[in-house]
């Protein structure tokens, strides 16, 4: 029997499908462009000016904020395959803690990843381009150690496979975290984007929280955080029908602020240690570029404590 070759239109929309549904997937895979150009603008309001005029020689024209999305827009490029796995880290079900030995394909993950290109930034002898392009790394991997689902489950691909509705729109609780949560806050404010909602976070610092969150300098305990509150997240599904919705924007988004503020801070610091070290940091914030509040402003939300184990206990294997 002859097998039926498909016809070429057939073939060209299931070509235009997969990139569709291949390029979907690679967008929900880090906190949306909005998450990273809020925190990397909170920490470029906090970089000494040693720091600053590196960064300006080393990125030249281009900004801190278009940098620190690079790495997302590189997933296209083939040649960067490699940089995947570099994004997130994946845990066994139940885990509590990290274990970088279990975890992470032979040091393939973003935790590794973050003192491996600082350290490279770090290195005057290195080549100008690879000392950019470790920069753009650590700009971006900061940002994604602290977004919770990026230290998570591999079975559901750090939540992208948990398909739900939020704000009356198809997603999953991957994309939720990365952006669905950022939009609403950005559409519930009167007017500005997300350079004024990284200008209100920043204001919202309190010094005592920079002082600890800038104390802690290891990607690790950073990435432990995200764990806890991925387990909350886990353990507290959106109610009712299970859509994400204003009630569970409310419970979560002071959350997501928090880890746009620390990851700013904490990048900020690592910046100076990278390429001003030695270099006393002020502990307020400075002048910067960002606009004037006007949207509500948030309060500070520690994640939820009460962190029940969650259920199905699958081992991580494929990449979020
Ligand atoms: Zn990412």
């Known amino acids: 029997m002859r097998t039926r070759c498909p016809s070429r239109p057939v073939v ?16 929900a895979a880090a906190w949306g462009n909005d998450g990273h150009r809020i925190i990397g603008t909170i920490a470029t309001a906090q970089v000494s000016e040693s720091t600053a005029k590196a960064l300006r020689e080393l990125l030249g024209d281009e900004t801190t904020a278009d940098a620190c999305t690079w790495a997302d827009e590189i997933r296209r490029d083939r040649s960067y395959d490699w940089v995947k796995p570099l994004h997130y880290i994946n845990v066994p079900r139940g885990s509590e803690r990290l274990d970088l030995a279990r975890d992470g394909a032979e040091g393939q993950q973003v935790v590794s990843a973050i003192g491996k290109y600082k ?64 939009d609403r806050e950005l559409s519930r404010m009167r007017s500005g984007g997300w350079a004024v909602l990284s200008a209100n976070l920043r204001e919202a610092i309190k010094p005592e929280q920079r002082t600890k969150w800038a104390s802690s300098r290891d990607p690790l305990q950073w990435a432990n955080e995200s764990l806890a509150i991925t387990r909350t997240i886990y353990a507290n599904p959106p109610q009712g029908n299970g859509d994400v919705d ?75």
């Open 12 to 27: 060209a929309i299931a070509l235009l499908l997969a990139v569709a549904i291949g390029s979907l997937h690679e967008r």
């Open 119 to 182: 350290a490279i930034l770090a290195d005057t002898t290195k080549p100008k381009a690879e000392r950019v392009e470790a920069l753009k790394f650590v700009l971006h991997f900061v940002g994604d150690v602290h977004q919770p689902l990026h230290v998570s489950y591999a079975d559901d691909l750090g939540g992208n496979k948990l398909s739900l509705k939020s704000f009356g729109k198809k997603s999953n609780l991957h994309k939720v975290w990365d952006t669905d949560l950022i």
């Open 246 to 320: 204003d009630a569970y924007f409310t419970r979560w988004m002071p959350t997501v602020n928090e880890r746009l503020q620390m990851a700013g801070v904490r990048l900020a610091v690592l910046l100076d240690e990278a390429l001003a070290p030695g270099e006393a940091k002020p502990s307020s914030s400075k002048k910067d570029a960002g606009p004037k509040k006007d949207a509500e402003s948030k309060k500070d939300g520690a994640p939820a404590k009460n962190g029940a184990p969650s259920k199905n206990g699958a081992p991580a294997k494929a990449p979020a």
